[in-house]
């Protein structure tokens, strides 16, 4: 998983090193800007719902690596409405796992990330939050991490449990929690690409 785990910054400093080592300089670069975005492709179509996990805690670093991706994601106006609620309390994953039918593996899961919405700085803070799911979950794909969506919003029961399970103020909604760990399963990825969902200028 290194070279899924090479940060933007270290592969612009690699290019750049490359462009002052020699004449062939412009195709070495250019084939590690190419290794970058494979990589970032194939942490895409790696993901996968993992829904069991070991005993094996995730590291703080790991849990500041998805938080720092969550927030990198698009929102419109830049009003940034997340918040994100970390979970590794065990009576709160369990209360919530009780409550929550959808995800009950939170009782067997270390971690689990709330991905929620503030209402009073965006009427459409669910859009700006499901893109900052997306990439928590690829951040966790790409640090060796399985992960899961399952949903809050907008099913009003299951945001009342977390609500009150993590004491959210009435401002903030719950979109989706997310358990996370180490897996421990094979589970693969689905290939979910279909050609007659793609159209061209009109339908």
Known sequence: MKKVLLTLTAATAI?????????????????????????????????KSVR???????????????????????????????????????EILDKMSEGLGAAKMLQHAPLAMIVCGDTDRSSYWYLDCSAAAQNLLLAAEAQGLGAVWTAAYPYQERMSVVMDAVGLPENILPLAVIPVGYPAGDEVPKDKYNPDKVHYNKW
């Not at 290019?15 to 970058?36: D, F, H, M, R």
């Not at 005993?55 to 106006?77: C, F, H």
């Open 15 to 47: 290019i750049s090193g490359l462009l002052s080592c020699n004449n062939s300089a412009k195709t070495s670069s250019a084939g590690a800007e190419q290794e970058v975005s494979a990589s970032i492709l194939d942490v895409i179509f790696e993901r």
């Open 52 to 90: 069991s996990y070991t005993d094996q805690a995730v590291e703080q670093e790991k849990i500041d690596m998805m938080v720092r991706a969550a927030m990198a994601a698009p929102s419109g106006m830049d009003r940034r409405p997340w918040e994100i609620v970390v979970v590794d309390d065990r």
